[in-house]
């Protein structure tokens, strides 16, 4: 058997010209924006990956990876099924965390704020545009609750396809979206020698943006 390997021998110098103030964008939003067409632009595969890290009632944390499916200075959406452990976390603590890492570029945002959840005419929408497969699956998914076997899944899957056959899907009344509004959003670049570039934005009370460089 291989012996695995050591995680404290893993290295990587970062090679990145660096991020100056002069460099930032006041507006985060419009920051990360530039930074997310950067992203496409360089190829990076599931740019829009992110990971999601909540806490219930316990304040036990939880994070696993979801996707992000729109920003605006309203916030950064994502959907997803509300009665999951993630949904249930939500509704006894709305804070949450974000970080997308795009190891390509030497480049990480970090996005704290709360939630709220979307309109159903906003989830409706991006419901419908998703492929049918996905919108079957929503109802055949009990999302976090522990299956006997791949069987139920796919024997719940085939029920949804009997029932909806050739007619518009509806919007599963369990399903649907949540919009983090930020109130803290950090750019990271990586540097050599592990002395990193790192910008904090603070939403102040007024609206503003307070931009403060970090100690790497």
Do not use: C
């Amino acid at each position: 058997m291989e012996t695995p390997r050591d995680p404290a021998a893993s290295r990587y110098e970062h090679a990145a010209k660096g991020l100056r103030r002069s460099d930032l964008d006041p507006d985060p939003i419009k920051q990360f924006g530039n930074w997310f067409t950067a992203a496409i632009e360089a190829g990076i595969r599931d740019v829009n990956a992110m990971s999601l890290a909540t806490a219930g009632a316990d304040g036990r944390p939880s994070v696993r990876i979801v996707l992000l499916k729109g920003f605006d200075q309203d916030g950064f959406v994502f959907f997803t099924n509300y009665e999951s452990e993630k949904g249930k976390q939500l509704d006894a603590n709305p804070y949450v965390a974000l970080a997308f890492y795009w190891i390509e570029l030497d480049r990480q945002i970090r996005i704290s704020g709360k939630t709220e959840k979307t309109s159903r005419e906003e989830s409706q929408t991006y419901f419908h545009s998703r492929p049918v497969g996905s919108q079957l699956s929503a109802w055949a998914s009990r999302q976090s609750q522990i299956l006997d076997g791949r069987r139920v899944l796919d024997a719940r899957l085939a029920e949804m396809t009997e029932r909806f056959g050739d007619k518009r899907i509806p919007l599963p009344p369990h399903w649907g979206g949540y919009r983090v509004k930020p109130d803290m959003i950090e750019f990271w670049q990586g540097r050599p020698n592990r002395l990193h570039d790192r910008f904090r934005y603070t939403r102040q009370a007024g609206g503003s943006w307070l931009i403060e460089r970090l100690a790497p």
